[in-house]
């Protein structure tokens, strides 16, 4: 008899669902955009399929399907909304309100970062990106940029060790750390020769650690999620982090202390620090929207999402271009013959910033690099109201919206011959949002400054010194679209010393 009642019953809540769901609302607006039926409960998730490093592909997949434009798709109970249209990338990221993240997005990076700027809202975020933004201005570029030359030369040491065979990723991860750790927050943590430092190790566990728990949609159900064996890893991961940015912080205060212990002494004048500005500094000296001393936790949170999205995004493209440099071998001639005439042959000189606004040709084979395997391939919105977008669609409020970027940058009729290496496309005249690879509008990457800085001054720096070849056959990168793009295999290429 309950066998029988259960088979009745699954049917009539399965039309019952269908017909809730068909005549609401927030359903009629979301018809409007091409997409495969949901099934209940689970919604279109098994077209996403369960490994999470395909997922992004399986949503490249999708977009084809559906006509190379915006679509929608439901995963559990979550709507989403993924466009690809600049005019509607323009409409959204511009948007002066609708500034939410999604929230399984959040769900996903809270465990390591808290409730730092990335996640954040409101007040938090306000006072955090207003307490960040004068260290990352234009003027601050300049002493900035002294960091990276030095320490690129910290890198060669390493590099002219192992020229036949080098991992890209573990010599430029460390280096970008110590490159942020000493301009930013005015401490030494010299990463680049520890190379066994247990951070290193947690912070590439990060990112396939996020992107499982975003597309692991079991992850959910906290009361499951939080008994695992993954969910345990993440907790020692994220110790990891926030212990580092804990030595960071008290390391700096030490310094402060210091310095001010001097100035009481008259050993030294209070006016005549010619160190750089750092943003730890800003963090440690001020106050929150209602006057109170920032506290530890929250200067923790900030200090380590900063260390990690500036060293681990950064560390990745220039890798991505130095391969691609390497597998187009003309290519990288012309970035070396744009070196030549911009350094005037004193190809051994540090670079100035001046020197980088003129390597064009450097900037656009970086750009090239960010659209065939673009570092972030999505970014999103939760909405909190209906958002209407170009002609008469309408995101209804509460769905996600998922600027697809990866989708932007493959679509022919925005970037011709998608499949091909030019650099020279971004001479061309383009749409204003159809490349902004450090998104735009009021929750842009604040570091987009000092990244372009710090990627071009590196490439060139490495670019005189070596010319680069792809290495031995059976180590080419086997590339996965994770919440920051990489290869799972490393970044291997051969160097070799040039004459000058």
Not at 25 to 40: A, E, F, I, V
Not at 42 to 62: P, R, V
Request: glycine content about 4%.
């Amino acid at each position: 008899m309950f066998v029988l009642l259960l088979s009745l019953l699954v049917p009539l809540l399965f039309l019952y669902y269908q017909y809730v769901k068909r005549s609401s609302r927030k359903w009629k607006l979301l018809s409007k955009y091409p997409g495969d039926y949901p099934l209940p409960i689970i919604g279109n998730a098994l077209q996403l399929g369960f490994d999470a490093d395909a997922a992004s592909q399986k949503l490249l997949g999708l977009w084809r399907k559906h006509g190379m434009q915006n679509f929608r798709l439901t995963v559990g109970s979550e709507e989403w909304v993924i466009i690809s249209d600049p005019d509607d990338v323009a409409i959204v990221i511009n948007n002066p309100t609708e500034l939410s993240k999604p929230t399984d997005r959040n769900a996903a990076m809270m465990p390591f970062f808290g409730n730092s700027v990335s996640t954040s809202e409101g007040d938090r975020w306000k006072t955090t990106r207003k307490l960040m933004s004068p260290s990352f201005s234009y003027k601050t570029l300049e002493k900035r940029l002294d960091f990276v030359n030095n320490y690129s030369e910290h890198l060669f040491k390493l590099f002219d060790k192992e020229q036949e065979h080098v991992d890209m990723y573990k010599y430029l991860a460390p280096y970008m750390f110590d490159v942020i750790c000493n301009s930013f927050m005015g401490v030494d943590y010299n990463l680049l020769h520890n190379l066994e430092n247990p951070y290193l190790e947690a912070s590439k566990k990060v990112v396939s650690m996020i992107t499982q728990t975003f597309f692991s949609y079991w992850s959910y159900l906290p009361g499951i999620y939080n008994l695992t064996p993954f969910y345990r890893s993440i907790l020692e991961v994220t110790k990891t982090l926030s212990s580092s940015s804990t030595e960071m912080i008290q390391e700096r205060r030490r310094k402060i202390n210091e310095r001010l212990e001097k100035i009481k002494l008259g050993q030294i004048k209070a006016n005549t620090d010619d160190e750089c500005e750092y943003l730890l500094d800003t963090f440690l000296q001020g106050k929150l929207h209602n006057g109170d001393p920032i506290p530890d936790e929250m200067i923790n949170e900030e200090i380590t999402l900063l260390c990690w999205t500036g060293h681990y995004t950064t560390s990745k493209t220039m890798s991505h271009t130095l391969y691609l440099l390497a597998k187009h071998p003309e290519i990288q001639k012309k970035i070396y013959e744009e070196q030549v005439a911009v350094l005037k042959n004193n190809m051994s000189r540090k670079v100035t910033n001046h020197d980088l606004n003129e390597m064009k040709y450097l900037e656009a084979a970086i750009k090239e690099t960010l659209r065939v395997l673009p570092t972030v391939s999505t970014i999103g919105r939760q909405l909190k109201n209906d958002l209407k977008l170009k002609g008469d669609q309408i995101v209804p409020a509460q769905a996600s919206i998922l600027m697809f970027f990866e989708a932007m940058y493959q679509n022919p009729k925005l970037f011709p011959e998608p499949e091909k290496y030019k650099p020279e496309r971004f001479f061309d005249s383009m749409h204003s949002y159809a490349f902004i690879p450090f998104s735009a509008g009021p929750r842009n990457c604040l570091g987009f400054r000092f990244a372009w800085v710090a990627m071009k001054a590196t490439i060139s720096n490495i670019i005189r010194r070596y010319e680069l070849t792809l290495a031995a056959p059976g180590t080419e990168p086997q590339f996965v679209y994770r919440i920051v793009t990489e290869s799972t295999n490393g970044l291997n290429l051969k160097l070799k010393r040039r004459s000058n």
